[in-house]
C-alpha cells in the first residue's frame, strides 16, 4: 500500500473526518428540504429523508452544488418503488419546470388523492394522511388556474 493511500486511510478514520461528513450530510439535507420542500416534507414524516439523501451521497450522484441537490433528489425519488414518494416528486419536478417557464403539460398518475395530499403537506397541524384510495390524474400546466388539476380514473 502507498504512503497516500495509508495517510488516506488515517484521515478517514479520524473523528474530524466524521464530523466533516456529517457536515456535509446536514447542509445536502437543508439543500433538499429547501429545493424540495414537499417531497423532504413527506419522507421526513415517514423517516426516510436522511437515508435517501445519504444513498445519493453514497452512490455520488449528488452534485457538489447545493443549488442542484434538490433536482438530483426529485429525479431520485420520482423513480421509487413508493407510488406517493415518486407522484409527489415528479409532480414537485413538474412544479419547478413550469415556475422556470416549461411550457409543457405534466401528466402524473397518483394511487391517492393528490389535492388531499398536497393539502396534507402544506399544513402542518394535519397529521393525517388522506385515507381516499384510487387512480387520479394530476396534470401539471402553466396556463392552469392555481397550476394544477386533478381527475379521478376509476
Not at 488516506?8 to 437543508?30: D, I, P, Y
Not at 409532480?91 to 393528490?114: C, K, M, N, S
Request: no cysteine; net charge positive; aromatic share 8%.
Amino acid at each position: 500500500m502507498e504512503a497516500a493511500d495509508v495517510y488516506a486511510l488515517h484521515v478517514r478514520s479520524t473523528r474530524q473526518w466524521r464530523l466533516l461528513e456529517e457536515s456535509v450530510r446536514f447542509w445536502r439535507r437543508l439543500a433538499v428540504q429547501r429545493g424540495a420542500p414537499l417531497t423532504a416534507a413527506f419522507l421526513l414524516k415517514q423517516r426516510r429523508l436522511h437515508d435517501v439523501v445519504d444513498r445519493l451521497l453514497a452512490e455520488r450522484l449528488a452534485s457538489p452544488y447545493t443549488e442542484t441537490m434538490a433536482e438530483a433528489f426529485l429525479v431520485r425519488v420520482s423513480g421509487a418503488p413508493d407510488e406517493i414518494a415518486s407522484a409527489l416528486a415528479r409532480t414537485e419536478l413538474a412544479l419547478q419546470r413550469v415556475a422556470r417557464g416549461a411550457h409543457t403539460a405534466y401528466q402524473i398518475e397518483w394511487p391517492v388523492d393528490p389535492v388531499a395530499a398536497l393539502a396534507s403537506l402544506l399544513d402542518p397541524s394535519r397529521v393525517e394522511w388522506p385515507d381516499r384510495p384510487g387512480r387520479w390524474q394530476l396534470t401539471v400546466e402553466g396556463r392552469l388556474p392555481g397550476l394544477m388539476s386533478a381527475t379521478r380514473l376509476d
